[in-house]
């Protein structure tokens, strides 16, 4: 088995990856960041960081953050900040993000959130924060980003590498919205594109730059990626165990893995992926997935989604899920976190859970009240400051002042459309009534003219906002959208506004006498109060 050890020489403030264990979750994270910190934090920056020249030696230094590591591997909708930041606290040294797509980043605004304590990247013009990440996991989180473009590849990287640990491009994603766009596993029969990619980050970027493929047919295929990928100089690559083609519910090739890992030069670290359920359900299994992969570092997905207390240190094999629910709802509701992404991880993490009364509960909860109060952790709740609560899943302030508003609706108004800052949110609508549906529903009612919709897109930037016409009268949101679709329900929002078309803006979707009544313009008693905040 060709495993790495330390280097002797790590840079100096660096805490070896031996002296981690049972130790607090700062001194863990001192393992992973190879840089000392300094008081010089202004705007989000780090001057230490921004002083090293990036390139394949400063790639070098950074190898030892991926040797003896046990890292939450980047997954769709889990990885964001609640469950990344519970699973540092349980033990993990290195957390992904969910994979993001360079086009969507490219175009964010970084804001600064006080109220929450986080750093948001936020679409411009409408609600919708794509990265949000915090101090507390800044020498830990790796950004995994979907790319196929190094230009917008590195301008991203340089615009967020102040507030993360390191870049992972994704090599391995099989799903069609990734490799329909050239990224992902799409990647992996293209090696001058990788090329083009790492090495334009490698030279552009101050923090480590990794990579994350599959397997491919053979091990000598497998192996010659590999070294491709080692020669443009990143720090390490991960390599999950199946070939595109499988899925999760198909055994891992770990033999695979583990010819690959002797094959290459042991400095270079490699991380295993995908032994989940195989290999690991609870942490005395890590040290058999790395017996079986032949790494000394691993990276797991779902295991750690539904119980990130396999990354506890010794013999865990029995957790409370309740408690970790807990603790995940704590987190979630401290960083405002939106609720549905957290109900979502929540029943991830009740996964196994035998109580089909509390599945079902949690299932049906639509805020974090009602959720806290199924979990029986009401004490949780009342703990969040009622000013953090109130603020938790409302629409974000248009970034325009009083004045530049009254501005845009008065010129709105001479080209005789209607307009306001309301805004389409997606959870306060039921699936079935969403609000062009509701206009639809209506006009038909009052046998007037069908719903007549124009598109108009931002200029420069990814965006879109719709004028409605509605009974003879146009309406439009200031609001940009990040599609058509969401553009042309902002629209309607404001036409629903203006004429009191009767709605009903909780999510009854469940309930069809409800959707019914709300149809016909008949109140519906809220569930609880706080489920329309949230």
């Known amino acids: 088995m060709a495993t790495s050890t330390p280097e002797s020489t790590q840079p100096e403030g660096v805490v070896d990856a031996a002296s981690t264990d049972n130790t607090s979750t700062d001194t863990k994270l001192a393992h992973t960041h190879n840089i000392e910190d300094t008081n010089d934090t202004k705007a989000g920056t780090n001057s230490c960081v921004t002083k090293m020249v990036p390139g394949i030696a400063l790639q070098r230094k950074f190898r030892h953050m991926y040797r003896n590591v046990n890292c939450l591997a980047p997954m769709v909708r889990a990885g964001t900040l609640p469950l990344r930041l519970l699973c540092l606290r349980q033990g993990a040294h290195l957390v992904y993000s969910e994979e993001l797509i360079d086009h969507s980043l490219v175009l964010c605004t970084r804001k600064v959130n006080a109220e929450f304590d986080t750093v948001e990247y936020v679409m411009p013009g409408t609600d919708s924060v794509i990265f949000s990440t915090c101090a507390e996991e800044k020498k830990a989180v790796i950004l995994q980003l979907g790319t196929a473009n190094a230009d917008r590849a590195v301008k991203v990287a340089i615009m967020m590498q102040n507030d993360i640990a390191g870049v992972d491009v994704n090599m391995g994603c099989p799903k069609p919205y990734s490799v329909l766009g050239g990224m992902g596993a799409a990647l992996l029969s293209k090696p001058d594109t990788i090329k083009e990619l790492l090495t334009s980050l490698v030279a552009a970027v101050s923090v480590p730059v990794t990579c994350k493929i599959r397997i491919l047919d053979t091990v000598e295929q497998t192996v010659e990626l590999v070294k491709v990928i080692e020669a443009t100089g990143v720090a390490a690559v991960g390599i999950h165990g199946r070939r595109i083609p499988q899925r999760p519910r198909e055994q891992a090739n770990y033999e695979h893995i583990k010819a690959v890992r002797a094959a290459i030069d042991s400095d270079f670290p490699i991380i295993a992926n995908g032994g989940s359920l195989d290999y690991v359900h609870n942490s005395p299994h890590l040290v058999d997935f790395r017996e079986a992969s032949g790494c000394d570092s691993i990276m797991m997905a779902r295991a750690a989604q539904w119980n990130p207390a396999l990354f506890k240190d010794g013999q865990v094999k029995h957790v409370c899920k309740r408690e970790l629910s807990e603790q995940y709802l704590k987190i979630a509701m401290e ?200």
């Open 335 to 534: 960083h405002g976190h939106v609720f549905e992404n957290a109900k979502w991880n929540v029943m991830n993490l009740l996964h196994f859970d035998k109580d089909p009364k509390r599945a079902r509960g949690v299932s049906a909860a639509r805020g974090y009240q009602e959720i806290c109060t199924v979990l029986g952790c009401e004490a949780v709740y009342k703990s969040i400051p009622a000013h953090k609560l109130a603020k938790i899943g409302r629409k974000r302030p248009l970034a325009l002042s009083a004045e530049d508003v009254q501005e845009h609706k008065a010129k709105k108004l001479k080209e005789g459309i209607i307009a306001s800052e309301d805004s389409y949110v997606r959870k306060e609508w039921a699936k079935n009534l969403r609000p062009k549906l509701v206009v639809t529903e209506w006009l038909r009612k009052n046998q007037l003219a069908p719903i007549a919709v124009t598109h108009v897109e931002q200029e420069g930037k990814r965006g879109f906002q719709s004028v409605v016409t509605v009974d003879g009268k146009k309406y439009t949101s200031l609001r940009f959208s990040s599609n058509k679709k969401d553009a042309e329900h902002a629209a309607c929002v404001v036409a629903i506004e203006a004429l009191n078309i009767p709605h009903e803006r909780l999510r009854i979707d469940t309930n069809p006498e409800a959707r019914t009544n709300a149809v016909k313009g008949v109140s519906v008693p809220s569930v609880v109060e706080e489920a329309a905040e949230s």
